[in-house]
């Protein structure tokens, strides 16, 4: 039992708590994005990608290096896009002369 | 420990910090995508701490550069195609596709870990449990979310799909994948046996998703949207990394938080929706209205619908999977743009509208339904009784009066208090079953009018009647 492993595990057990805490309190409006933008986050496994990059030596190696890099890039670009996109579209309501302008339509802040 | 590696480290925290941060970020449509912006620098200095790292280690060679640039390029480009050309009502089965891609990547990072490590030194207990676990669970979310998007998406049948023996199936993946993780566990490196547990996993996802109805699929993709969060975090115990560690957990807990409040807002049990079986969505084309014996429906026009929403003063719109399906947000949000002419309007949506709980306020905002109209169920209902009309669109169960009386399958389900609005119009296609298989008894509540019409055709037809009633 390392001390390493020792505070690894207090790291988990300590996210986890701090991740129930934080989205306890997000409201239902936001769930789909939430949903997304905390798929994005798990895209940090890039980050291990990387590191087995680095460690590769041998043909089996590189395989699963290449393959990982592809999946968690693929997470993560998409993820934080996707988020994004959709997050733009929340707006608050458009002033109210811009309103009633008789389009039918609310458009954008003009 | 040299000033390198503690730079490092300390944008490793920096990162998880930013995470954090970001998900709070995220308690308001105001504040909720400057959340996701620094959720994504985050991941910007964690990754160039990574590659500092490498780099001053020296360790990578030329081929590794190769493979890591040429794959995390090429994903990129794929995920970045598919989040800009995704359409919105098409956005639970891309999320359900990121996150499979985000589970096998935590197993193949620990098969690679694995790989370089077999028949050399041994691998130490702590590595091997992490690495067990994670060729375990990751490829189970790998299969699991790609079958949960194609059932979504309409490729792969969305009704539960179970064979003679199907469970027998499941149950063999599993002890086939627990038996070999075993032995794994027991000290043994070997690389094929590894492979034997992946292969288990992958089948495992396969045939424990197949059985699981479409409309249930929300509940699968935030339960394994958690399981990749483990996975990635687990990831982080076999790298000794706290950024994973940290990330992968935040996920893990959030992912379980949405799938219970999912499950609730359905009135599922999680354990009920895993088991399978039920559920099957939406219930089949339109048959045309076909109430049964003794029951009496009042139909109406869409000049009928449109003068009472022409002389309302206040109105509800309650928006559904059949608005979802049918794309009708734009038409839904062009009628809310025109009342409000005359109007008080608002939206009053349930967690579960849409494909996926919140998936209504994100079609809605597409349309340019400002947030502060979509109003959330608590918020909602106390508005119903001073209501002057409430428009129903393609919604079912979710506005049940039958789930305030005990004894049925919507019992004890949070609902719209639809039927308290002074008069009621129903945009639906027939007189067909939502998902829990029972009669709407709103439908038959005697101010009800039914309006029989798909969501898109029937807001249009009813848009050009108020139109024609109120000069704008």
């Not at chain 1, 733009?88 to 003009?110: C, V, Y």
């Not at chain 2, 996802?205 to 969060?229: E, H, K, Q, R, Y």
């Amino acid at each position: 039992m390392t001390t390493g492993l020792m505070s690894d595990i207090y790291m988990f057990v300590l996210a986890i708590l701090v991740g129930y805490e934080v989205i306890t309190k997000v409201p239902s409006t936001l769930h789909t994005p939430l949903m997304s933008a905390s798929n994005a986050i798990h895209g940090i496994v890039i980050i291990g990608a990387i590191v087995t990059a680095s460690q590769a030596r041998t043909t089996a190696g590189y395989v699963l290096a290449c393959v990982a890099a592809f999946f968690a890039a693929m997470n993560v670009v998409g993820g934080y896009s996707l988020t994004d996109r959709m997050l733009q579209m929340f707006r608050k309501r458009p002033l109210p002369a811009a309103r009633d302008d008789g389009s039918g339509q609310r458009g954008e802040l003009s | 420990m040299n000033a390198v590696s503690i730079a490092v480290d300390l944008a490793y925290l920096l990162a998880a910090a930013g995470f954090v941060v970001a998900l709070h970020l995220m308690n308001s449509p105001a504040t909720a995508r400057k959340g996701s912006r620094l959720s994504w620098l985050g991941m910007i200095v964690a990754v160039a701490a990574a590659l500092v790292s490498v780099i001053h280690d020296g360790t990578i060679t030329t081929t590794g550069w190769i493979v890591l640039i040429a794959g995390a390029v090429g994903g990129a480009a794929a995920g970045l195609i598919m989040a800009r050309r995704v359409k919105m009502t098409d956005v639970p089965q891309v999320v359900s596709i990121f996150n499979a891609v985000g589970g096998g990547a935590a197993a193949l990072v620990a098969a690679g870990d694995f790989v370089r490590l077999a028949g050399g030194a041994g691998i130490s207990t702590r590595v091997m449990i992490a690495t067990v676990l994670d060729v375990i669970i990751g490829p189970v979310t790998f299969s699991g979310s790609l079958i949960a998007a194609g059932k979504l998406q309409g490729w792969v049948s969305s009704r539960p799909v179970v064979f003679p023996g199907a469970r027998l199936v499941t149950t063999a993946f599993a002890v086939i994948g627990v038996g070999a993780g075993s032995y794994l566990l027991a000290g043994h490196d070997s690389v094929p046996v590894l492979i034997l547990v992946t292969c288990a996993a992958l089948g495992f996802g396969v045939t424990m998703t197949m059985p699981i109805g479409g409309a249930d699929m929300p509940v699968v993709v935030a339960l394994l949207n958690s399981f990749t969060g483990i996975a990635v975090a687990i990831a982080g115990f076999v790298i000794d990394n706290g950024a994973l560690i940290i990330g992968g957990a935040l996920v893990g807990a959030s992912g379980g938080i949405l799938t219970v409040l999912m499950a609730q807002a359905m009135n599922r049990s999680v354990l009920g929706v895993m088991m399978g079986g039920f559920g099957t969505g939406d219930s089949g084309p339109a048959a045309g209205p076909a109430a049964g014996p003794g029951v009496s429906i009042r139909r109406i026009s869409a000049e009928d619908a449109a003068i009472q929403l022409a002389y309302a003063s206040k109105v509800t719109i309650v928006p559904g999977y059949g608005l979802a399906a049918a794309q009708a947000q734009h038409e839904a949000a062009e009628l809310a743009a025109l009342l409000a002419g005359h109007a008080t309007v608002f939206f009053a949506i349930h967690p579960v509208a849409g494909r996926m709980p919140g998936h209504m306020n994100v079609l809605l905002a597409e349309a340019n339904v400002p947030y502060e109209d979509l109003k959330e169920m608590d918020a909602a209902n106390p508005e119903f009784p001073t209501a002057d009309v409430a428009l129903v669109v393609g919604a079912n169960d979710v506005t049940n009066p039958a789930a305030r009386r005990p004894g049925n399958p919507v019992s004890g389900m949070p609902i719209l208090n639809v039927d308290q609005a002074k008069s009621v119009i129903v945009i639906k296609r027939s007189m067909g079953h939502g998902y829990a298989g029972i009669d709407n008894e709103l439908y038959t509540n005697p101010k009800t009018g039914m309006f029989f019409s798909d969501a898109k055709s029937g807001l249009t037809e009813i848009t050009a009647a108020v139109k024609a009633l109120v000069p704008s």
